[in-house]
């Protein structure tokens, strides 16, 4: 039962070339740090990542991008990173757009194991591409598809031996639902409480999702953009 691991470099042997992989977080808010870091030292490439954005250059998942680790990217928001554009412009790298309430609950349809679903966002747009298009009552509707990841990497405000995990605020973000659709899912938490240390009645993931956990140190709390009076 306990799944406590001593930091990243315990959990490399788990990652190889061609990995689907989901990365919580909101913006620079709640992003898994040193899992980022590992992996973005590991060598490994051909990444198909499935996260809300993509960091900005050099922090975050732009260590990734900068090192040519990733292959495709799925994410509602790209506009903070430099690298990407030029990537994107230069045909170096796929990128499938996904509105941010439907990949939110196509990461959610994945882990509640529904494989598809219908929303009207994106009818009549480039998001619609080739999908499959239905009318209710009256209204037409995209199907979408429920996504999984081989490993979730998340990060958490605390959490428990047993892998019970507790966000905070924006920080929730997607790592909730990521955390339930990764085959394999590994939690950073920021404080590790003994077993019991957690009110049960606010565990937002329960430990029968998460493989394996670690406590991390000394993370900083970045600004995507700061904006100051002159």
Request: hydrophobic share 40%; aromatic share 8%; glycine share 12%.
């Amino acid at each position: 039962m306990n799944k406590v691991v001593k930091g990243p470099e315990d959990l490399m042997h788990l990652f190889r070339d061609g990995l689907t992989i989901m990365s919580g977080g909101f913006g620079l808010c709640g992003n898994p740090e040193k899992m980022i870091d590992a992996v973005a030292a590991s060598g490994h490439s051909g990444f198909t990542v499935i996260s809300n954005n993509i960091g900005i250059d050099d922090v975050g998942l732009g260590k990734w991008l900068a090192n040519g680790q990733i292959k495709k990217i799925l994410a509602s928001y790209v506009g903070e990173n430099k690298t990407f554009e030029r990537l994107l412009l230069e045909e170096k790298i796929d990128l499938e757009f996904v509105p941010q309430g439907t990949l939110a609950e196509r990461i959610r349809a994945g882990g509640a194991g529904i494989p598809a679903f219908f929303v009207p966002a994106g009818v009549g747009t480039e998001v619609q591409g080739d999908k499959e298009v239905r009318e209710f009552d009256g209204k037409m509707y995209l199907m979408e598809r429920g996504l999984r990841a081989d490993i979730a990497i998340v990060k958490a405000w605390k959490g428990d031996p047993y892998g019970n995990l507790v966000f905070r605020h924006t920080a929730n973000n997607f790592n909730q639902a990521m955390a339930m659709a990764g085959r394999i899912t590994i939690a950073e938490v920021e404080e590790l409480v003994p077993v019991g240390g957690l009110d049960p009645n606010f565990i937002h993931v329960p430990g029968i999702f998460v493989r394996y956990i670690f406590e991390g140190k000394n993370y900083e709390k970045r600004i995507e953009r700061l904006t100051v009076r002159e």
